[in-house]
């Protein structure tokens, strides 16, 4: 399923789920109802290097239409043996 903020307040998850239902609302991504999202496809990327948050989006900027052909649903960061990290660079020290 797509991440989506569908409510606000003070709801369950069930509560927000049933109302969709009820009412035929379909996503508005892929148009389906919601109960045809039965799972997530996911791809999982191995760092090869320390980076920014900032440079993993350009890298999957890139990338976006072959996910988008292969129905991929999202992208996660793995750990390595190597432990790299995406991090916020460090803040230059002010003199
Ligand atoms: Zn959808």
Redesign the pocket.
Known sequence: ??ARRIATGKVTFDEVMKEVQDKGIL?D??H?PYSA?THDTVLFLRLTRNCTPKEADAVLVKLKAPLIADKIDGAAMVETPEKFRMNEPEPTAKK
Do not use: A, N
């Open positions: 399923m797509h996503c991504q892929c389906q999202h």
